[in-house]
């Protein structure tokens, strides 16, 4: 069979002249070469023998999996031996490899037919079987790799320079062995060496801190021994289909991507899909980013095999417009003449992945990758109770002893908790939320969950009345932050003072701290003069003044203040106060003639008054806003409630119950209809001498019996009923006495086990005298339509008309 596909003259002379212009001569095809000078016998067995002396290494062992782990006794077939096509494979991919050993002596050997789980050497392209899922996560690369990359873990080769290593025998141990001598060293001298080891321990933990911090210096600079000598697998998507615009890398373990310019990809061997196999022959001094991905130029990319799928080159479009149709007609028969060889169907069976092991995708729901200084756990959704399904925890140190801060991923809370980071080193905690909190909640920051504690709040604004962004409190303070409010209020701070009464939990509501200042902040009304529109008003409550700035208009470079003297409505003697000029003092940058009467100093002053206390109400609103949080977190933490949709019906137990009712009607639906096609005239009729035409007497001993029959198995459903009622109900009132008899001795387990016994026995009582009184209405009712029935049988009709 022919490996590589022979080149017409016109293209080797085109090949050749390309290729001494670049000054590429070791990477032109192994056809070429042989075009170049012909080969006499002698050079011929020369080249045979020397192919022949090259030996490919094959790893007898794999790495991942062991004899033990698998039992190949239940693998197909195809898992424990070769077809004939396959074992023609591996012939032609060691004939292959010879020819690139000879060539490239200086390369590493290829990649080529490592052993399966069965010991069985496959080739590459076969282990990979293309199949379609019926997930449409797996449908884009980004996803698909995420699925990929959770399943896999990573493990360390243990020569990271070859893809497999051999494992070394372990020597089995002696069963007979000499004992050792006894021991007849001093005890003394045993105290005394163990005092100097733990001082050599202690100046060797001290010397350990040192080299840490040393290494932690120069750790940037240190020069990997082996970079560049590493060997690594990964997936590489080509550009052209599915409207893919670059070609570029995915990492499997990591579920990442890479441009093909990136500096981590040091360079190409090989690569493969389920149809051909490629040796990379370009120049990979510059690692992957002068590489061009073009399978088609067999300069650049040697094929194993030469098939109808072999990818073709890429060509401009004035080459492609000059090629003439005619040299593809006679060229057409000179291809079919080549013995092309396809890649043999893949040996594995296709893919399966249920429902429960694509939402599982760690094995077994969990894994732990441990990092440099991090360790990412992950597990399956609804694994954990609290609907934890990710942890990334970073550390101080190399040992992984000293924790930094803690990230932890959650899915399907009821809360919308969605991350909550955790930094060790401040005590600060952060908790997201995505849309859908009771209070909008977006982040929550805190350090303690005890209330009027320093923390931050953020809201989702759009979902909010109120158009709240944020909350900040302090032991003293709270601020808020407002946008999109019809009022134009922006911002509001509150200062508190110190309580007169000892503070307790729920002090907010019962113990309100008192409110000493309280400033808010309004955003421009463009209704409103810029000197009638309130840009900031204060009102110090002990102080019993207001102060009011407004807005500054465009072309002036300072705005006007008012500040309102808050008196009492009536002094020592119960007199009304009247408004006087001293209790308002302004400053206006144009002063209007309205401003400076009193009766509009006084109506604004009362409108603040009034505004004041509105103000006071939000701040103790807020106030009870933040307990309500507290509380709620703090209950959905303790209960780790989880979301569950109306479709998943295997978690949802409503739904669950409700399939189960809507089953259970459609099967006594059945049993009606199966009921309704016997012929309930048949067990009678079977008693009569075959043969006889049925008479009068006999039509009406058929009918009397079968209406004797159906009243009886009535009755006995009736007492059947009856019996399972009294049973219930004695079984209940054992259990109430045993209760009334051991009330005091207990357990609130016993008693909440007691309390869910009576509420179950008491449905299932409540039920069975439903069904009881139910049989009642309705077995007369059955009586006279079975009656009816055997009066219309085409049977029985012309005998029983008479009685009619």
């Given amino acids: 069979m022919e490996v590589l596909k022979e080149k017409v003259e016109e293209e080797a002379a085109t090949e050749r002249a390309e290729a001494a212009e670049r000054g590429e001569k070791l990477l032109r095809p192994l056809d070429a070469r042989r075009e170049e000078a012909p080969m006499t016998q002698e050079m011929l067995r020369d080249l045979e023998k020397k192919l022949s002396e090259i030996e490919i290494v094959v790893p007898e062992q794999p790495l991942t999996f062991t004899k033990d782990s698998i039992d190949i006794s239940k693998l197909p077939l195809s898992y424990q031996s070769n077809t004939l096509k396959e074992e023609h494979l591996l012939q032609v991919a060691d004939n292959f490899s010879r020819q690139y050993s000879h060539l490239c002596p200086d390369r590493v050997p290829l990649f080529l037919h490592p052993l399966n789980e069965c010991e069985v050497p496959k080739f590459v392209s076969t282990t990979i079987r293309p199949t379609l899922m019926p997930y449409p996560e797996l449908y884009n690369w980004d996803s698909c790799a995420q699925f990929v990359s959770d399943f896999l873990s990573m493990v360390p080769l243990p020569d990271p320079l070859k893809p497999m290593v051999q494992e070394e025998e372990k020597v089995p141990s002696k069963k007979y062995a000499i004992k050792p001598p006894r021991d007849l060293s001093s005890r003394f001298e045993q105290e005394q060496e163990m005092k100097k080891q733990e001082e050599m321990k202690g100046q060797e933990e001290k010397q350990r801190r040192e080299e840490e911090a040393r290494l932690l210096e120069v750790e940037k600079a240190n020069i990997d021994p082996l970079h560049g000598l590493r060997v690594h697998s990964w997936v590489v998507v080509l550009s052209g289909k599915r409207e893919v615009p670059e070609s570029f890398f995915i990492d499997p373990f990591t579920a990442r991507s890479y441009s093909t310019q990136d500096d981590h ?309 119960g007199n009304k106060i009247i408004m006087t000029p001293d209790m308002c003092i302004s400053f206006e940058v144009e002063p209007m003639e309205h401003t400076k009467k009193l009766l509009y100093q006084y109506e604004a002053m009362m409108k603040l008054r009034n505004e004041e206390k509105l103000s006071r109400h939000q701040a103790w609103e807020s106030e009870l806003e933040v307990l309500e949080i507290l509380k709620l977190q703090e209950e959905e933490d303790d209960a780790h409630t989880l979301a569950i949709s109306i479709y998943d019906t295997k978690r949802n137990e409503k739904s669950k119950e409700y399939r189960e009712a809507m089953e259970r009607v459609m099967h006594e639906e059945h049993l009606r209809q199966v009921e309704a096609q016997l012929d309930y005239l048949a067990p009678f009729l079977a008693q009569l001498p075959p043969g006889n035409k049925l008479t009068r007497w006999q039509a009406m001993c058929v009918k009397e019996e079968c209406l004797s029959d159906f009243k009886q198995r009535l009755i006995d459903k009736a007492n059947l009923i009856q019996a399972r009622f009294e049973k219930e109900t004695q079984e209940l009132q054992k259990k109430q006495q045993w209760y009334q008899e051991n009330q005091v001795t207990l357990t609130a387990e016993d008693e909440d086990w007691y309390l869910s016994y009576c509420s179950q026995a008491m449905f299932r009582i409540r039920i069975l005298e439903q069904r009881l009184n139910r049989h009642k209405e309705q077995a007369p009712l059955k009586y006279l339509a079975l009656e009816e029935k055997l009066h219309k049988d085409p049977r029985l009709v012309e005998f029983l008309k008479v009685f009619v």
């Fill in 265 to 573: 990809f040091l360079g190409i061997e090989s690569l493969w899909n389920h149809k051909n196999y490629w040796i990379n022959m370009q120049d990979c001094w510059n690692g992957c980013k002068d590489l061009i991905f073009d399978l088609g130029d067999p300069v650049r990319w040697e094929y194993l095999l030469l098939g109808t799928d072999k990818s073709h080159l890429s060509l401009t479009e004035e080459e492609d417009d000059g090629m003439n149709d005619n040299d593809d007609v006679e060229n057409l028969g000179k291809e079919d003449e080549d013995k092309s060889f396809d890649m043999p169907p893949s040996w594995v069976e296709q893919i399966e992945i249920s429902p429960e092991a694509f939402e599982t995708r760690c094995p077994s729901g969990k894994k732990v990758i441990q990092y440099k200084r991090a360790k990412l756990e992950k597990w399956a959704p609804y694994l954990n109770n609290n609907g934890l399904v990710c942890r990334l925890t970073t550390y101080e140190d190399l040992e992984c002893t000293k924790t930094l801060e803690i990230k932890e991923w959650y899915q399907n809370r009821e809360d919308m908790l969605e991350l909550k980071h955790i930094n060790k080193s401040t005590g600060l905690n952060i908790d997201y939320f995505k849309p859908g909190h009771p209070q909008a909640l977006r982040a929550h920051s805190y350090v303690s969950m005890q209330p009027e504690m320093d923390r931050v709040m953020e809201f989702y604004e759009t979902a909010r009345v109120d158009g709240l962004v944020k909350r900040e409190e302090t032991p003293s303070s709270m601020t808020e932050h407002y946008r999109g409010r019809s009022d134009f209020l922006s911002y509001r701070h509150v200062d508190f003072g110190p309580r007169v009464k000892k503070l307790a939990l729920n002090s907010a509501e019962s113990n309100p701290r008192p409110v000493v200042k309280i400033t808010e902040r309004f955003s421009r009304n463009p209704e409103k003069p810029a000197d009638e529109d309130v840009a900031e008003r204060t009102f110090l409550i002990q102080e019993e003044r207001i102060q009011l700035r407004y807005h500054c208009r465009d072309d002036h470079i300072t705005a006007s203040k008012r500040e309102f003297l808050r008196r009492t409505e009536v002094d020592s003697k």
